[in-house]
């Protein structure tokens, strides 16, 4: 194994990840990411991993809230990774690294050692150690099994987290893969709560189902963790028969070649389809302009993706933080501020960084004899066209679901409370793709390629649609009572008046921002 | 020269980036009808210039002349009369080809009709004919067909290409050359950069080049080289555009022992 070369490449990495914070915007990122980080590694050590490990000593069940504990760390580093795609990015594709002289196993290695040193894993890291922290100092458990046991659980993490998206990846190619991973993550998005109904008061087959995750990578750790003797050794075992099987699995998967993708012409050319005569409707000045966009966002497989699961997404979500359990409010206010996220959240990845994902092919749109704001103001209103649609068909889902009687406040407020929402998003969009771009890949399935102020406004816009609802329900439940839905028309008012000022302005200002975006996104600067 | 004699004329052009100088002061003329050769090392400002002569760059000082009207960042009209194939390509991966040209066409003010017309006579004409497959699928060659068919589509009255034949193969630069020819016989202008000499030299009938940072070192026409003559510069001939490229831009080989 060439371990110097591939050591190498890891430093390289970082070089070039370091490289980025050159730029004004990079030292921005970067100022707010370490701060962010280092009062997140502090409260996650104080709060978090710790605190766990004292909640475990203290109960008396120090095995079965570590189990817990590890586990719900597990499934949020895969979910964040898979869904969200955090810490994904190879750096180096097998491609670009077989310019170097790597074996296949070297450069097998290489990109899955440079993928595991990638901030976030260390994060997942921390918080399983702050774990094994927490049982010793306050449970006398020895770390030097602790300490092994995390990080395993965290290359278990990693390595499951890879395998998922390498396998959703190929089912993505082929034609019947949308259907199948959307089929798939609404299935484990109701799993919890169909699970949580059936197993209720049936303690046999809780009992059983324990048994059986006893064999998984998170209750092996905590049993190594915990538990001394053969049990100890038996969960170090489970723990590394399940890296030694996953990393067979990542490699077989990889070596599988990933199939072609069907194109979707077979014949001759198309003069005028649909999205021409949809894009007609914007005028002649803009319907070029319209009809491109229109093609862009549907021929990305991510927006296709994510477009179709907002729907079911949101649905989940509106059940979900309804939960009385929680402390959620009714159906009522889930669906209020749930309908909401399904306005942007298909569009969001684009719509947040517009230029991002066109490459040097930016510079057209500087070279058309037309204003070149067009290209923004047309990007922004085809978002808004595919977001607006989908409101109508999110509240037809609520009419059919709702509780009855449904009265017209009850149906009308979280749809205007969705249009307001719409223009809210799409205006602060405007002003990341102008002031915020960064360079993506329009192909990438997986991977979190958005910027700093990209990621707030779309991570922020998602949690103020979830948490503010159920605020407003607790210090001012009138404002979401279905009799006042007049107030969600103020909201439209107020939210279509921020998106056309933000449209003006950004126009304005376009022509201005023109050399910094080609530089930003032609990864000059 | 007299401006209505020019198609392009740059007086004092010079652009900064960040206290960096890309181009210094660069004047230089562009007779109408003519195929210009503007040559240069690696990072003599050839594309800069080319960004700023496109309104894609926004001069630091001096000042453009395209067709005897001043360019802005606001000339619109302008704009329709030149065509331009930037060095990036800039191609929209996701779409056909057919798809993008006529994109372009519109965005030139083509009329359906004529845009189907021209995007399929282009597409015979450069055989650029899979439709199955979107531009990001294409061969680099083919994707520098495209980028010169986006370029010509609306028949503009100067073109703009940074570096048009690289990667295309001998036959499909054969074809580009009788087409330039054949636009500059109609009064058209044509403005290349270009690394490989040999080709300027057939086909362009006026050469400027220039040396870091965008400083204009010789200008002149390469009439009398076609004819068996030889080039000029400070009392020196030389008899090929290589010659003289590599004389005024001081090109050196480094001995490398180890090699």
Sequence with gaps: ?525 | MTSSTNAIRISHLAKHYDGAVAVADLSLAVPKGSMFGFLGPNGSGKSTTIGCLTGLLDPTGGSIEILGEKLTPDSVTLKRRMGVMPETLGLFDPLYAHEFLAFVARMYGLSEAETRQRVTGLLAALELTDTRKTLGKYSSGMRKRVAFAAAVIHSPEVLFLDEPFESIDPGGVAAMKQWLRRFTEQGRTVFITSHVLETVERLCDRVAIITKPGKLVWESDLRALAEGGVLEHEGATFKSVEALFLHLTGEKYADLDWM
């Design chain 1, 1 to 525: 194994m060439n371990w110097s070369l591939i050591g190498e490449l890891i430093r390289l990495r970082y070089k070039l990840m370091w490289a980025k914070t050159r730029s004004r915007n990079g030292r921005i990122a970067l100022f707010v990411i370490g701060y962010l980080v280092f009062l997140m590694v502090m409260l996650v050590l104080a709060f978090g991993g710790i605190g766990a490990g004292i909640a475990a000593i203290q109960s008396g069940r120090a095995q079965q809230v570590t189990e817990i504990v590890l586990s719900a760390l597990f499934v949020n580093a895969v979910f964040a990774t898979v869904i969200v795609g955090f810490g994904l990015s190879a750096a180096f594709s097998n491609t670009e690294l077989r310019r170097y002289p790597l074996s296949a196993r070297e450069r097998f290695v290489a990109r899955h050692f440079l993928g595991i040193v990638d901030p976030f894993w260390f994060f997942i890291l921390a918080l399983e150690l702050g774990l094994a922290f927490g049982l010793f100092a306050w449970g006398s458990f020895p770390l030097w099994s602790g300490i092994p046991a995390a990080l395993l659980l965290t290359v278990c993490s990693y390595l499951v987290a890879q395998s998922l998206s390498v396998w959703i990846d190929r089912l993505l190619a082929r034609e019947s893969g949308y259907a199948i991973v959307i089929l798939l993550i609404v299935l484990v998005a109701m799993s919890p709560g169909i699970t949580a109904a059936i197993l209720r008061g049936n303690h046999a087959a809780v009992a059983k189902i324990f048994a059986v995750l006893w064999f998984t990578p998170p209750f092996g750790a905590a049993a190594a963790m915990t538990r001394g003797g053969s049990e100890m050794f038996l969960g170090f075992a489970i723990v590394i028969v399940w890296l030694v099987a996953l990393l067979f699995t990542l490699a077989a998967l990889e070596r599988r070649p990933l199939a072609a993708r069907k194109t979707v012409r077979t014949e001759g050319v198309e003069w005028d389809s649909r999205l021409d005569r949809i894009a007609r409707v914007f005028g002649p000045r803009l319907a070029p302009l319209i009809g491109f966009w229109l093609r862009f966002y549907c021929r990305n497989s991510r927006f296709r993706v994510l477009y179709f699961l907002s729907l079911p997404m949101a649905a989940f979500l509106a059940f979900s933080i309804s939960q009385p359990r929680r402390g959620g409010g009714s159906l009522f206010v889930g669906v209020f501020g749930a309908m909401s996220i399904v306005a942007f959240l298909g569009t969001a990845r684009i719509a947040v960084n517009q230029y991002g994902y066109a490459g040097g092919a930016l510079r057209r749109f500087f070279l058309f004899p037309t204003d070149p704001a067009a290209s923004l103001r047309a990007g922004s209103y085809t978002a808004l066209l595919f977001g607006a649609a989908w409101i109508p068909v999110a509240a037809i889902v609520w009419t059919i679901f709702a509780p009855r009687p449904l009265d017209a406040g009850m149906l009308l407020m979280p749809a205007l409370n969705a249009v307001a929402v719409l223009f809210l998003f799409h205006g602060f969009a405007l002003w990341t793709s102008l002031y915020s771009p960064k360079r993506g890949n329009y192909y990438k399935s997986f991977g979190n390629d958005l910027s700093l102020a990209g990621n707030v406004a779309l991570i922020g816009t998602m949690l103020t649609c979830i948490l503010l609802p159920q605020l407003l329900h607790k210090i001012a439940p009138w404002v979401l009572e279905p009799r006042n839905w007049w107030l969600s028309l103020a909201a439209d008012a107020l939210g279509l008046c921020f998106y056309l000022i933000s449209l003006r302005a950004a126009t304005a200002l376009f022509p201005q921002r023109r050399e910094a975006l080609v530089a930003a996104i032609e990864g000059k600067s």
